[in-house]
């Protein structure tokens, strides 16, 4: 008999119709899991039993009724600890932040509740996910269940940890440089940074104009089923994109068959990308020709951007500690204070010229997309490394986690939608992402991909943890 914990999206939803299951006990057996395992990964920050198990109660009665809420009903959720969930706190991964519950939900939170689904717990990031990994002074260092001495990666910490056991269906991630990405790589699940405004945002994000919500989630069909809820046009979010949503479902099964894709292993510009990742990545971009693509080796044309992104990345660095009263500023992580005092220094024509760097990245992107339907490339540079560092220790990647996303970052400056999909294991046993991008608005198309790979090439997935550290 199947168990709760592999059941996706669709089969719970499925198992609700026809009474085979409910959603108490769906909900019970992902409190059980959690108060299993959290100890070992620490991907929680709150777990709320009793406000969940009264949701899965009126959902079950709904279901029951016939009547579901929406098309999530009973299905259950996680979410980030820099969104807000009305009653509960929003701490940011921060001890300089107070337990004063939200007083209301963000967009994306309300519109999966609306659909009937189920909040369970906020997940864990680092201190105003301000990096890559998964580590904070409030929560301590979220570890990647494929290997507990690992970092998931970050700042979507908890929730790439929570995706990688089904601690929950859905989870809610953010990305303002990789930040759901990084993770889903990491833990060998599915994340996609959705096009930039159209998963509203609010309150906005100190790093707004590379900031993005999207769904992480153990597999594809189930971030699709998410897209549904959440890409809907919000008056709180100024950027949102006030035109609906496509079926994400209806096309999803539409495969790749007759797409021009490039496969560009380096972006052009990435001077360092471990062995087995280039492997394991080339291999995967090149099964796009077996599943009826034409498959092209070709790179965007554009240098690094690195420079673009510190340009506004940093200025928002220093919004956050601007924001932080006197007196509680040395209780930020010294390497964030660094960075914001870096912020600090920036002019404002010189953020406006970052401003503008990025829009000449976004045309050439569109230029490219002319020609190619998809650009894949290596999520990360390298796989998970040991947990507590901001690169892989003794590696060639110095001494700033940039150094190691150099895939990620250039598509929170195009906005574009770009997912990771697992494409198989190092001989350590971790996972490797691929990057799938599309053109600004083409989110069915990279989702239709993703699912593509998915079907031809299931990824593996974890039971239960492989502890090889104890908290």
Known sequence: MTEIRDLDGAATLHAYRDRTLSPREVVADALARIDRYGPDLDAFVLVDRDGAMEAAAASEARWARGEPRGPLDGVTVTVKDNI?????????????????????????????????????????????????????????????????????????????AAAALNLGLLHIGTDGAGSIRIPAAFCGIYGLKPSFGRVPAFPPSPFGPVAHLGPMTRGVRDAALMMQAIAQPDPRDMAASLVAPPDY???????????????????????????????????????????????EEADPGFSDPVETLNGIWLVGAWCVLRAIPEEKRGLVEPALTAAAERGREIAAPDFVA????????????????????????????????????????????????????????????????????????????????????GPMGADARVLAASRAVEAAHPWPVLAEPRVTHRA
């Open 84 to 160: 807000a969930w009305a009653g509960h706190p929003m701490r940011r991964g921060s001890l300089t932040t107070a337990d004063t519950p939200a007083a209301e939900n963000a967009p994306i939170v309300d519109r999966l509740i609306e659909a009937g689904a189920i909040p369970l717990a906020k997940t864990t990031m680092p201190e105003f996910g301000w990096k890559g990994l998964g580590d904070s002074t409030h929560t301590g260092s979220t570890r990647n269940p494929w290997d507990t001495r690992t970092t998931t990666g970050g700042s979507s910490a908890g929730a790439a």
């Open 249 to 295: 479902l209806a096309g999803l099964e539409d495969g790749v068959r007759g797409l021009r894709v490039a496969w560009s292993p380096r972006l052009g510009f990435a001077t360092t990308v471990d062995p087995e990742v280039a492997r394991l990545t080339e291999a995967a971009a090149r099964r796009f020709a077996d599943l009826g693509a034409i498959v």
């Open 354 to 437: 970052a401003l503008n760097a990025r829009g000449a990245l976004f045309t050439a992107m569109a230029r490219f997309h002319r020609t190619y339907d998809l650009l894949l490339t290596p999520s990360l540079a390298t796989p998970a490394f040991t947990a507590g560092h901001l690169t892989p220790p003794d590696g060639p990647f110095g001494d700033d986690w940039l150094n190691w996303t150099p895939f990620s970052y250039p598509f929170n400056l195009t906005g574009q939608p770009a997912a990771t999909v697992p494409c198989g294991l190092t001989e350590a046993g971790l996972p490797v992402g691929l990057q799938i991008v």
